[in-house]
């Protein structure tokens, strides 16, 4: 079989499989942010029989992935301790997300941001930005 061939086939069968990911993933509509974004991602947690809403505050460090693996990257200071939590974006737990502030960053990862303590960890906001 030619080189050439085998990467249509190939490409073909790649169509097909995120055909049927569209079709078998529930979307979640979730308002558009970006990194350097301050958001409050509201998670349901279950405990036994028991079910809770716990809200996470931080800032968008980070999108990544496409489609049904597409997930995001929040980090928030717990006192003097950085918490990192990765979150799938189609994940059913997810009750809402709620902008907080728009951050104007130059990347689309900001992973700098881990190593920045006091003045220097301040995100500058995004002018007209309206909730």
Excluded: C, W
């Excluded at 249509?8 to 055909?19: D, W, Y």
């Excluded at 947690?45 to 597409?70: D, H, M, P, Y």
């Amino acid at each position: 079989m030619h080189p050439r061939s085998i990467e249509r086939v190939k490409l073909s069968e790649m169509n097909v499989i995120k055909q049927i990911e569209q079709e078998l993933v529930a979307k979640n509509e979730l308002p558009a942010f970006n990194a350097g974004d301050t958001i409050i991602v509201s998670y349901r947690i279950v405990e036994g029989s028991k079910e809770r809403i716990q809200q996470f505050q931080g800032v968008v460090l980070q999108r990544r992935g496409a489609g049904a693996t597409e997930s995001f990257t929040i980090r928030k200071m717990s006192g003097n301790i950085g918490v990192e939590r990765i979150f799938p974006v189609n994940s059913p737990f997810i009750e809402s997300i709620t902008i907080v502030k728009k951050g104007a960053v130059r990347r689309a990862r900001i992973f700098y941001f881990r190593e920045r303590t006091g003045k220097s960890a301040r995100i500058r906001e995004k002018k007209n930005f309206s909730k």
